[in-house]
């Protein structure tokens, strides 16, 4: 079956970096496009970054502002957030998700949690 497993949040102070694994299995990751999104107390799930089946191309957010940058090893199944300059509003769940359905179904992760504080 279709599995998205997060991993890499944590606690990082203000300024700090950290890097979020998505481990993907149960479908051909090679042909679909992957999201990090993220969930912020209190607040609505937000789209953070995106990149093509091929990671030839990405789009972000426009409160990335270049210090988040997705990639993704079709080898190993993996999309990672590598994510420098942290701020205290970047504190969220970050989930990886299947951009496009599969059989009609919205694939996410289960999260992992980052806290941005000194």
């Known amino acids: 079956q279709v599995q998205l497993v997060e991993s890499g949040g944590g606690l990082v102070q203000p300024g700090g970096s950290l890097r979020l694994s998505c481990a993907a299995s149960?479908?051909?990751?090679?042909?679909?496009?992957m999201s990090w999104n993220r969930q912020a107390p209190g607040k609505e799930r937000e789209l953070v970054e995106v990149i093509s089946n091929d990671g030839g191309s990405t789009n972000y957010a426009d409160f990335v502002k270049g210090r988040f940058t997705i990639s993704r090893d079709n080898a190993n199944n993996t999309v990672y957030l590598q994510m420098n300059y942290l701020i205290p509003d970047d504190t969220a769940v970050y989930y990886c998700?299947?951009?496009?359905?599969?059989?009609?179904?919205?694939?996410w992760g289960q999260g992992t949690q980052v806290t941005v504080s000194s």
């Open positions: 149960g479908f051909t990751f090679s042909r679909y496009a």
């Open positions: 998700k299947i951009v496009r359905a599969i059989g009609g179904i919205q694939y």
